[in-house]
């Protein structure tokens, strides 16, 4: 026997970590795919894209870091800064907003 053997606690905390860093990964990717959609389905009178945004999310797989896109929109005279992705993912907005910028278009996925 060597002495560069792994013990059975070592295996497992490696492919755990490896395993949500695959989680992370893949909710990344599903999430550009979603925002990627929503840019092109969305009203473009009313919506216009500002920039992408850094953000981190704490989820079950660890700290998610992406970036989204962030728009401008123009309403009944008014303008707001909104997040699509966020609104239709429903990260702490009402559904009045949703309904607003989305009108119900939750095809995506």
Do not use: A, P
Not at 10 to 21: R, S, T
Not at 82 to 89: E, G, Q, W
């Amino acid at each position: 026997m060597t002495n560069n053997v792994m013990k059975f606690n070592d295996l497992e905390e490696k492919m755990w970590k490896k395993k949500m860093q695959e989680g992370l990964d893949e909710l990344r990717n599903q999430w550009r795919r979603i925002d990627n959609q929503l840019l092109k389905d969305k009203d473009n009178e009313e919506l216009e894209v500002k920039d992408f945004q850094k953000t981190t999310i704490k989820c079950k797989f660890g700290d998610l870091e992406f970036y989204r896109r962030r728009y401008k929109l123009t309403k009944n005279g008014e303008t707001k800064i909104v997040y699509l992705l966020d609104i239709y993912l429903e990260l702490g907005y009402s559904g009045h907003i949703v309904e607003l910028v989305l009108r119900g278009n939750r095809k995506i996925i």
